[in-house]
């Protein structure tokens, strides 16, 4: 088991940058596939960034791409979610998500049924 904690949240003005950050409590093969995720009131939780920790390959939603950076730093067992020219769409409480699962099957349909998950942390874009 490995248990995260979702930081780094925070209200800004679009066009604004934020950074996520999700502690894991472990360094496990349940780090093996790790995403953002982020959901809105009455919508579904959808995806926004994957990342393979082992290789380092990355995956993001389209309406991200170019805008959010996602990495894993292995010394301090920590996901970030680095998120540019940020838009009032992006508004949402985001998620991080663990799982163990390997270089295949790591996606976010896999992940978003077998993961364990952080708490939450609430981005606001609005002017």
């Known amino acids: 088991q490995v248990q995260l904690v979702d930081s780094g949240g925070g209200s800004v003005q679009p066009g604004g940058s934020l950074r996520l950050s999700c502690a894991a409590s472990?360094?496990?093969?349940?780090?093996?596939?790790m995403a953002w995720f982020r959901q809105t009131p009455g919508k579904e939780r959808e995806g926004v960034a994957r990342?393979?920790?082992?290789?380092?390959?990355?995956d993001y939603t389209d309406s991200v791409k170019g805008r959010f950076t996602i990495s894993w730093d292995n010394a301090k067992n920590t996901l970030y979610l680095q998120m540019s020219s940020l838009k009032p769409e992006d508004t949402a409480m985001y998620y991080c998500?663990?799982?163990?699962?390997?270089?295949?099957?790591?996606?976010?349909?896999?992940?978003?049924?077998?993961?364990?998950w952080g708490q939450g942390t609430q981005v606001s874009v609005s002017s």
């Open positions: 998500a663990a799982a163990n699962l390997g270089e295949i099957s790591c996606g976010f349909f896999n992940l978003a049924r077998a993961a364990y």
């Open positions: 990342i393979r920790t082992g290789s380092g390959n990355t």
């Open positions: 472990r360094n496990t093969y349940s780090t093996r596939c």
